[in-house]
């Protein structure tokens, strides 16, 4: 039986690391949905209202969320959009909270509120782009789409 001298093996062994790291380089991205909005101060001009993102991380690593741009848009009125640098850290196939904090009009709640007639719920589309950092990773935006609804009773405080 022969074996190779251990110079002949540090190629495949680097080729075997090159290979695992890739993977890392190329995360699964969260899903992402609307846990909760809720109105937390109004004044004059605007109010200001809190989005509660729920990010499950399918990843067998931990992710960084380093921050996020979005638009959200309830029953069809963009109410906010803007850029959140709260950094999150979600644990491998683990989940974690995302606390935007978004400045609406009264023109656009206005707009909304002659929509919600007898309604229930909301319907939303929450559309931006995830800041990932991880391991391999130094910056990765991934893109978000999530539409859904949510119940009236989650707006309040």
């Known amino acids: 039986m022969t074996f190779l001298p251990r110079c002949h093996l540090l190629p495949v062994v680097f080729v075997l690391l090159l290979a695992g790291g890739c993977a890392a380089l190329h995360p699964k991205p969260p ?36 921050g996020a741009d979005y638009r959200l848009a309830l029953n069809g009125v963009e109410v906010s959009r803007g850029r959140t640098d709260n950094p999150v850290r979600i644990e491998a196939n683990g989940r974690g909270y995302l606390d935007i904090d978004l400045v609406a009009s009264y023109l656009d709640l206005l707009k909304l509120l002659r929509g919600l007639k007898r309604a229930d719920t909301v319907d939303y589309l929450l559309e931006g782009t995830l800041d990932l950092s991880g391991p391999g990773i130094v910056h990765l935006p991934v893109p978000i789409r999530r539409q859904g609804s949510i119940s009236l009773g989650d707006l309040l405080p």
């Open 31 to 66: 899903q992402v949905s609307l846990a909760a909005l809720q109105l937390t101060d109004a004044n004059l001009s605007h109010a200001r209202l809190t989005a509660r993102l729920e990010l499950h991380n399918p990843n067998p690593y931990a992710l960084d969320i380093r």
